[in-house]
């Protein structure tokens, strides 16, 4: 019982983890984006 409760809590620390890594990353790529879109024009 105690290593599902474990699992379950390791499982929401990696969900909560990959929403910060998403949260940085979109801008991060988006501005990527804007500067290759500017560099081309």
């Known amino acids: 019982m105690a290593s599902s409760w474990l699992n379950l809590d390791v499982l929401r620390d990696l969900v909560r983890i ?5 949260a940085l990353a979109y801008p991060l790529l988006a501005r990527d984006k804007a500067h290759e879109a500017a560099r081309r024009a």
């Open 18 to 22: 990959q929403s910060h890594i998403c």
